[in-house]
């Protein structure tokens, strides 16, 4: 008899984005005519570098000579790519990371996910709430939560508000808590880090010997000099983060896939004697057993990024989303609408009116204004009487949405 993984039965059956496809499903088969505009999943819009595309055509043309053709490349990734990340997004920014200690991957989402794979069943782990909903699944799939409760937050994990009372800042917490995940610029409010929450964060995760897990997968939208782009920005995070990037929302990959992950030498975890093991040891067992590596094409095309054509085109492709973000901050505004986020992130998180809840706004938008966003209450119970709206669209589609909602 077959047994499954009996945790899967504990995620919760209406999971945000099906849902909305659910009701979006409804709407459409009664209003066929309706032209929706869909300012919801964070999936990008914007057409895939030129730099990329000419040096994957040029790998491609390679791998049908003799001499060009690659077959399986090293788990970690090609060392000309994890040089010109290092370099560029680190030692540039004054970072000490070296490239030994990237490891390329096919995305961040599987990154996140998979690190569960190297820590231990016991650790104290602590999410945002509202959060980006993968970290929380994942620890639920591998079993490292309980039930789900009725307001959908799961026994086993430690939830850290962030709304507008603390500006979206989650707070240190004042238990001994051994993983953290944090999100900066965040999914979904929109809100960064400052220097200074980060650096408190930092030195939380050293004296309590627990370890952050730091998703930048925004970090290219910040617009201000002043805030930190990389964890390793502050002093000691060698020693207590591991940080998460993708090529998805920064460079029009998401369909591409590459992304990476930076696990420091100088970080370490224990083993239940009390031992001290490197991790980088551990996550390059991981990768090297069960995977296989990123495409040589693909690669060429994320190294790319980095060539002075490439970085001029990510630069206009990140600032054309968020001119976006721009006009529905300032639409949102001017209809009345408390706005937050959206300045170092593609995202605009908004509070619902007061009559609403997150999903009463959701279904008003889709039928008098034909807007998909989304609901913040998906996102967790904190997010209730917030909603999320992208910034990836066409500039037409964004005009013609806060138009829409101007006029309700
Ligand atoms: C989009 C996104 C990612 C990127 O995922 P990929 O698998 O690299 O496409 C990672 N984290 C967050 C919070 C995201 O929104």
């Known amino acids: 008899m077959v047994k499954v993984n009996s945790n899967y039965l504990k995620l919760k059956a209406g999971y945000l984005f099906p849902e909305i496809a659910r009701r979006v499903k409804v709407f459409t088969d009664k209003n066929p005519a309706a032209e929706l505009i869909r300012l919801g999943i964070g999936d990008v819009t914007e057409p895939l570098p030129k730099a990329c595309r000419d040096a994957m055509k040029l790998a491609i043309d390679e791998m049908g000579t003799p001499d060009g053709f690659h077959g399986y490349g090293p788990e970690q990734g090609y060392l000309w790519l994890r040089q010109a990340i290092a370099k560029n997004d680190f030692q540039l920014r004054g970072c000490d ?157 998401t369909g591409t896939r590459c992304a990476f992950t930076v696990v420091p030498r100088e970080l370490k975890g224990h083993a239940s004697n009390g031992q001290k093991i490197d991790l980088w040891d551990l ?52 209809a009345g609408f408390q706005v937050y986020g959206g300045q170092h992130a593609p995202y605009v998180w908004i509070n619902v009116p007061e009559s609403m809840n997150s999903w009463d706004f959701f279904d008003y938008l889709l039928d008098k204004a034909h807007v998909v966003g989304t609901p913040g209450s998906g996102f967790g119970s904190s997010g209730e009487g917030y909603f999320r709206l992208s910034a990836f669209n066409s500039r037409n589609n964004v005009k013609n949405a806060m138009q829409r909602i101007a006029q309700l």
């Not at 707070?171 to 995940?181: A, F, K, R, S």
């Not at 690669?299 to 001119?323: H, I, P, T």
């Open 97 to 253: 990371i070296k490239a030994e200690e990237i490891f390329v991957s096919d995305g961040s989402k599987c990154d996140s996910s998979n690190i569960l794979d190297i820590l231990g069943e016991d650790n104290r782990i602590a999410v945002t709430d509202p959060v980006y909903p993968v970290y929380v699944d994942s620890n639920v799939m591998v079993g490292r939560t309980g039930k789900s409760y009725e307001n959908g937050r799961y026994s086993g994990l430690e939830y850290l508000p962030i709304t507008a009372d603390n500006s979206f800042e989650p707070e240190i917490p004042g238990n001994p808590l051994d993983v953290i995940y944090l999100c900066s610029p965040n999914n979904p409010t929109g809100a960064v880090c400052s220097r200074l929450n980060l650096k408190a964060w930092v030195d939380y995760a050293l004296k309590n010997d627990a370890l952050i897990l730091f998703d930048a997968a925004y970090e290219s939208f910040i617009r201000d000099p002043q805030l930190p782009h990389s964890i390793y920005e502050i002093e000691g995070a060698k020693e207590c983060a591991i940080e998460f990037r993708s090529f998805s929302k920064k460079a029009g990959f």
């Open 283 to 334: 996550w390059n067992r991981r990768q090297s057993t069960k995977f296989n590596g990123v495409s040589y094409i693909v690669q060429r095309g994320a190294e790319a990024v980095y060539s002075d054509a490439g970085k001029d085109q990510v630069n206009s492709l990140v600032s054309f989303y968020m001119e976006n973000a721009d006009l529905i901050r300032k639409e949102l505004a001017e």
